[in-house]
């Protein structure tokens, strides 16, 4: 891993939430309001701007855990700034915190895993992962 990934560098991101970002069991909307797995994602996305610069051409990164609490909804319209902070990095695992706020009303605050690990061990993993192909397609 490059150096210069330090606590307290941050990332942010920002977007207007859609009816695509609600939650949706079954085709049909739940609430119109930013759903807790879009906020995930985009703390994962703020999260992954920081680590991707400091990457090598041989590293990648997966996200290994995320505790979220979702505190507050964000209405279709509402523009939602998520963030992450560099609370921790060994160059083997960076851990951030995140939030997501609207204004200056927190709605999602929480900590991010990703794990840094070669790229060829990762490949390694996955296809170690993967399920046997069907009969006749090997």
Known sequence: MKPGLEPGQRAEIQRRVTADMCPHFDGALVHPTYA???????MEVAGRMLLAP?????????????SVDHKAPAP????VTVSAEVESNDGRKLICRVAARVGDRLIGAGRFTQA?????VLARRIAQGAPDPPSGMA
């Open 36 to 42: 807790t797995w879009t906020m995930v994602h985009h």
């Open 54 to 66: 400091h990457l090598e051409p041989h590293e990648e990164a997966v996200g290994a855990h995320i």
């Open 76 to 79: 279709i319209g509402s523009l």
């Open 116 to 120: 840094i690990l070669p790229r060829d």
